[in-house]
């Protein structure tokens, strides 16, 4: 089992540049299965879409190509970025 797969929560902080200050921060909550990236939860849709540096509909599309397992998600993300 790996790592990933152990977690059950953690927080990942994201400096957002257009609103706030360089120095601050704000917390986002992980989804309690880091495995998965369920696009029927808000919640699940905002960490991923901070995390990924994605917008929702890339998300969405990415999910409906191959599936919710999140390193498939990345992976299909980093395809298409590539020129």
């Not at 901070?50 to 509909?57: A, C, D, F, I, Q």
Request: include cysteine; charge should be positive; glycine fraction near 4%.
């Amino acid at each position: 089992m790996g790592c990933y797969a152990r977690i059950t929560w953690f927080v990942v902080t994201v400096a957002l540049q257009q609103r706030l200050p360089m120095n601050s921060e704000i917390v986002v909550a992980a989804p309690s299965d880091l495995t998965r990236v369920n696009v029927a939860l808000r919640s699940d849709i905002r960490y991923w879409t901070r995390v990924l540096g994605v917008s929702e509909l890339a998300l969405r599309s990415a999910v409906k190509c191959v599936g919710e397992h999140s390193w498939d998600v990345r992976a299909e993300l980093r395809r298409r970025r590539r020129p």
